[in-house]
């Protein structure tokens, strides 16, 4: 009886797992494409000579943020709109004219008294070249802090309220 139990708990365990895998690849599926897509489309339309990773980022509009190499050897970060429509005009960036992600997640870190952040990562609100800050803070909930990638100058900050 003990073996049929085991067999049976062994059985929805593994069971379990495998559904679980499933759902994560489905739902992550759309994320990994579109990747791929955008980068192959930087290349393709010659934004950057090389595309070394990209990642996604949701404010306003969505956009594919990309890191790169320039014709010219220079590393640099291109926001592509998400909506292939609005994809006339990305924004190109040199990574030098901005501050770095250790440097602005310092400075942040010391102005909120935070000890550490859910994420940092680039995005683009109102045109502009961002760094969106999360992080949970007891008193207010889940925040989000945005400062501006060229200066590190704080831009706004909104947070969503949890009930206690």
């Not at 943020?65 to 590393?75: I, N, P, R, S």
């Not at 250790?102 to 935070?114: F, K, P, R, Y």
């Not at 802090?145 to 831009?155: A, L, M, P, Q, R």
Request: glycine share 8%.
């Amino acid at each position: 009886m003990k073996r049929i139990l085991l067999i049976i708990v062994t059985a929805c365990v593994v069971i379990g797992a495998g559904i679980s895998l499933y759902l994560y690849n489905a739902i992550r599926s759309p994320l990994t494409d579109g990747a791929v897509e955008a980068s192959n489309y930087i290349e393709n339309e010659q934004l950057l000579n090389q595309v070394m990773n990209v990642s996604f980022y949701h404010g306003e509009e969505g956009y594919w943020v990309a890191e790169g190499l320039t014709d010219e050897g220079d590393e640099a970060f291109l926001w592509l709109n998400q909506n292939e429509e609005k994809r006339e005009d990305p924004l190109v960036l040199l990574k030098e004219d901005g501050i770095t992600k250790d440097n602005v997640t310092e400075q942040v870190a010391n102005e909120l008294g935070v000890g550490s952040f859910e994420s940092v990562r680039l995005g683009l609100e109102e045109g502009q070249a961002i760094y969106e800050f999360t992080y949970h803070s007891e008193a207010t909930g889940k925040v989000f802090y945005y400062v501006s990638f060229e200066t590190g100058d704080y831009i706004k900050s909104y947070s969503l309220h949890t009930n206690p």
